[in-house]
């Protein structure tokens, strides 16, 4: 049995933007229904970019200790 939902209008066009060729009953389903794996690469993008930021940060250090190496090498 379908439930009557009252969708304002510009929802209905902004889906349609991502499902062109849909009519607007379509688009909508199309934009809820690939709602949750758009999440789920949301989350893994922002884990990822948490891991490339810590590996950034642990280049940087090498870099530094690296640095100090060489000035110590070019001290001697």
Do not use: F, G, W
Not at 1 to 16: A, C, F, G, N
Not at 40 to 58: F, H, P, Q, T, V
């Amino acid at each position: 049995m379908r439930t009557p939902l009252e969708i304002p209008d510009h929802l209905v066009k902004q889906s349609q933007l991502y499902a062109p060729s849909r009519d607007a009953l379509d688009a909508v389903c199309h934009v809820l229904q690939d709602y949750p794996r758009l999440v789920a690469e949301s989350r893994k993008m922002r884990a990822r970019l948490a891991d490339i930021d810590n590996e950034s940060a642990d280049l940087d250090q090498l870099i530094s200790n690296l640095q100090q190496i060489a000035r110590s090498i070019l001290d001697l």
